[in-house]
């Protein structure tokens, strides 16, 4: 649903804030799908309330989970997976690319259905790795959703090839439910170079967490059959969503801290700490968190954001304000994301008065000024964080459809108002 235009805040005073912030998203959705599956209770504290999330938890509860708010925690309570059931995975990648193995495990049907662009986002690996593993799937011959998932209450599993080049969580989604297949799970990787690496390591470490036997190597992945245990789970906070609050100290020459970055974390997030140095960013981390300080200007970047893709429309957005070029490559994979980010920030930014320029694997973006006007945002949260950012240095944006933050960080609006309430 769209929500009125937010008339993006200008900095008129360098920010000088410390901004806290939720729990990751990405482990989030793992940690529910991995409790689900578990023989114990889990509860699972610090975790990210937002629309991908509930779209989670709202899946699992269908198939039969007990989840529970325990103030803000949640207590998962596995329980028999069964159908009939209907999900609705929204435009969650997480929701509808892990969902699914998990359906296969249930005694029933599952449908399982989106927003209108998850129909477009790529799910033929996933649906054809299902199929070799045991599962039965009717889409229809589409290899997209909206489909149904005819589970047995077992999938036997095994060895099966798929070509991720399209998202990592294409493997995540298989590695997830592994230790519930009667074989387990060895997938392997054959094209080009799966993106997001750190969102793979991620669920490796959080499957060994939970008790999994997991084997990786160069683009195979082995997860073999066993029991997962409940316990206590705590998330991290989202680093990738500090991307536009770090970036507000460089457009304005001021300090943001984000309180308790991990010292060692596979979040692809972390990253920011060496792009936005190499753009001349102040970068430190201390027993406050992670604090980046701007000065009288910054430099443009050159980067292969292959495995941190996530971040290019914030990064973009920084370019078109930096002092130099930038050129962001890596990034074909982003075509197929909540929408084709890389047309929609050369649209945005262009029609601006920016120079941005779509490359075969990326964006060549030459600063340029810019002036106000209507930032489209393709019902794409990191297209509202980019917009709010050139907000910064560029009066009269004004952001369609803000509500869009909600896929990840509902109060993003609020917190960025009160941001530069410190300037």
Do not use: C
Not at 48 to 77: C, F, K, N, P, Y
Not at 85 to 91: N, P, Q, T
Not at 310 to 339: D, F, N, Q
């Amino acid at each position: 649903m769209s929500s009125p235009h937010w008339s993006a805040p200008v900095a008129h005073a360098p920010v000088d804030a410390t901004v806290p912030l939720p729990g990751s998203k990405s482990m989030t959705n793992r940690a529910l799908i991995l409790a689900a599956l578990a023989e114990a209770p889990t509860r699972i504290t610090r975790p990210l309330h937002s629309r991908d999330t509930e779209l989670m938890a709202g899946a699992l509860r269908a198939l039969g989970a007990g989840i529970g708010e325990d103030s803000a925690d949640w207590q998962v309570l596995p329980g028999r997976l069964e159908g009939p059931a209907r999900v609705d995975v929204g435009l969650a990648g997480t929701v509808m690319r892990f969902l699914p193995p998990v359906a296969a495990l249930a005694s029933g049907e599952v449908f399982v259905d989106g927003d209108p662009r998850a129909r477009e986002r790529p799910m033929g690996p996933i649906i054809t790795a299902l199929r070799a593993l045991g599962a039965e799937i009717d889409d229809g011959g589409r290899d997209a959703l909206p489909f149904t998932v005819r589970g047995s209450g077992s999938v036997a599993g095994g060895g099966v090839t798929i070509d991720a080049s399209a998202s990592s969580q294409l493997v995540s989604g298989l590695l997830l439910a592994a230790p519930r297949f009667d074989k387990g799970v060895e997938v392997r990787h054959e094209g080009p170079p799966v993106p997001s690496a750190p969102h793979l390591a991620m669920t490796v470490q959080m499957l060994r967490a939970a008790g999994a036997e997991v084997e990786a190597r160069h683009n195979v992945w082995r997860v073999a059959p066993g029991p997962l245990r409940g316990g206590e789970v705590m998330i991290e906070p989202d680093l990738s969503n500090a991307a536009q609050f770090l970036g507000a100290a460089l457009v304005t020459g001021g300090r943001v801290t984000v309180p308790d970055w991990p010292a060692e974390t596979t979040q692809p997030g972390d990253a920011l700490r060496g792009l936005l140095a190499a753009m001349g960013a102040e970068v430190t981390r201390g027993p406050d968190g992670l604090t980046v300080r701007g000065g009288d200007g910054f430099g443009g970047l050159e980067a292969d954001l292959h495995e941190v893709g996530e971040l290019t429309p914030v990064l973009a957005a920084l370019a078109a304000l930096a002092g130099s070029p930038s050129r962001l490559t890596g990034i074909a994979h982003l075509r197929g994301h909540e929408t084709d980010r890389l047309a929609a920030l050369v649209a945005e930014i262009n029609g601006l008065g920016g120079d941005v320029r779509e490359l075969p694997d990326g964006l060549e973006i030459r600063p340029r000024p810019l002036r106000g006007g209507v930032f489209r945002t393709y019902d794409d949260h990191r297209m509202v964080m980019a917009a709010a950012l050139l907000g910064l240095a560029v009066p009269g944006i004004e952001v369609e459809n803000p509500g869009t933050v909600g896929k990840t960080l509902p109060n993003f609006t609020r917190q960025w108002t009160s941001m530069l309430a410190s300037a």
